[in-house]
């Protein structure tokens, strides 16, 4: 079992930045960010395994950042010049597995661990 602890929502407004942040309770090989806004379905945002394979979804390429650290076993998101469209529930999650080429922010059935979630709004 691995536990997925979100931080780093709030509120912001359109054209501003946060950051989010996903700390684990053990190592795994992928991990990633997903977002649900209300009354959609839960979509990737952006994944990345130990081996430093990315990937984005188009809605937030050149403007989001996902990166590792997995001497501390945490997850980082930095959401830059975000938009009204943003705003969702966004999900850490990960899986131990090591198929690279599964570990996608298209593929969210592949990973079997979850966060709560950390709310993010924009406004404008």
């Known amino acids: 079992q691995v536990q997925l602890v979100e931080s780093g929502g709030g509120s912001v407004q359109a054209g501003g930045s946060l950051k989010l942040s996903c700390t684990a309770s053990r190592y795994t090989y992928c991990m990633g960010w997903f977002r649900q806004a209300p009354g959609k379905s839960r979509e990737g945002v952006a994944t990345i395994t130990a081996d430093g394979h990315i990937t984005n979804s188009d809605s937030v390429k050149g403007r989001f950042a996902i990166s590792r650290d997995d001497a501390k076993n945490t997850l980082t998101l930095e959401l830059n010049s975000l938009k009204l469209e943003d705003t969702a529930t966004y999900y850490c999650?990960?899986?131990?597995?090591?198929?690279?080429?599964?570990?996608?922010?298209?593929?969210?059935?592949?990973?079997?661990?979850w966060g709560q979630g950390t709310q993010v709004t924009v406004s404008s």
């Open positions: 999650a990960a899986e131990s597995k090591t198929y690279i080429n599964s570990c996608a922010h298209d593929n969210r059935g592949y990973f079997g661990y």
